[in-house]
């Protein structure tokens, strides 16, 4: 899972989730940023497993946050 928001602390509306669904994604593309906007990006990593019937996502901690400008 990968997280990206424009406030360091990820808190707020500008805080947004993505999903990757791929066991070994490298990268992952963003669209629709603001441009020359500052961005806080962490990721943590999931394992999905069944328990009683339902899956249930088990997370890591996330990881150190990067700082990325775009254009």
Known sequence: MLQYSSNKKFKGKSTKKVFINKKKAVSKTISKL?????????VCTYKEVKKDGKTE???????????????
């Open 34 to 42: 603001k441009a020359k906007q500052k961005y806080f990006v962490r």
């Open 57 to 71: 996502r088990i997370y890591s901690k996330w990881s150190k946050a990067k700082t990325v400008i775009t254009k």
